[in-house]
């Protein structure tokens, strides 16, 4: 229920489908003559178009997501395994292209090929199903194969968890099937703008992961000053919403320990 609900949720909050909406009750105000309401909704959207075009909101927003755990963490001596998050490839693409189809986030299997150097005997996990409610048949970990052949990773060595559809599944279902001890690493990889909630909903698992952040999107230190720069705002506020509507549900919820969780807790 919750995925559904979660899904739902965010299709109709999205920036751009909101924006769709107005437009549509716009022209239905102005076909049935409500003009005033028409204008009202009209200058509303404007301002508020304006606002994310020359106010770097979003990317602020997605800066303190990403710096909220080190870029480079402490490791231990001995790593006992990596937990990698979905959200690298397109299943359907892939399968029905039959090549990769793999987007920006693929540090989240490249580094591995590091940690691996680190700790060669890790155990490696990659969780990812299918967030699409209406295709639960392209699996993400049924192609992630091939991305960790890319490399140079034997898939072999690999778990891949295939039932997940979002972060908590992600760290429930894996929590499950590795049963990780108390006094073992486990390191968890997956986009730093991400990483709050991924952590929070494992530590709710039970786990006691460290984070290892990759795919940045920010330097770090933007300073807030206005531009212009419709595409880029638009795609950062709605980054910077999902995560945080997704920070606020998961704790409003139980799935999170923890709001806005922290290195250390």
Not at 10 to 34: D, K, Q, S
Not at 109 to 124: F, G, K, M, Q, T
Not at 190 to 199: G, I, L
Request: charge should be neutral; glycine fraction near 6%; charged fraction near 20%.
């Amino acid at each position: 229920m919750f995925f559904w609900f979660s899904k739902i949720l965010w299709f109709l909050v999205h920036p751009l489908n909101l924006l769709f909406i107005g437009i549509c009750v716009i022209a239905i105000c102005f076909y049935f003559r409500w003009n005033r309401t028409a204008r009202a909704i009209s200058y509303a959207m404007a301002i508020v178009c304006i606002a994310i075009t020359t106010l770097p909101v979003g990317i602020s927003v997605v800066q303190e997501l990403e710096n909220r755990f080190p870029a480079n963490p402490n490791l231990p001596a001995q790593i006992d395994g990596i937990v990698i998050l979905g959200g690298v490839l397109d299943a359907k693409i892939t399968r029905a292209r039959g090549r990769l189809s793999i987007n920006d986030a693929v540090e989240r299997i490249s580094e591995v090929r590091a940690l691996l150097e680190h700790s060669p005997e890790a155990r490696v996990v990659f969780s990812g199903g299918s967030g699409n409610p209406l295709d639960q048949e392209n699996k993400e970990a049924h192609v992630a194969p091939g991305a960790f052949m890319l490399f140079s990773i034997d898939p072999a060595r690999v778990l891949f968890e295939d039932k997940s559809r979002n972060t908590f599944e992600n760290a429930n279902f894996t929590f499950d099937i590795i049963k990780p001890k108390m006094e073992e690493n486990w390191v968890l990889i997956t986009s730093a703008f991400h990483m709050p909630r991924s952590v929070g909903a494992f530590r709710k698992a039970g786990w006691r992961v460290i984070p290892y952040p990759v795919d940045f999107v920010t330097a770090g230190d933007i300073v807030f000053r206005p531009s212009f720069n419709f595409r880029g705002g638009i795609s950062a506020f709605s980054r910077a919403l999902h995560e945080c509507l997704g920070l606020l549900f998961y704790w409003l919820t139980d799935r999170s320990e923890s709001l806005f969780p922290a290195p250390g807790q």
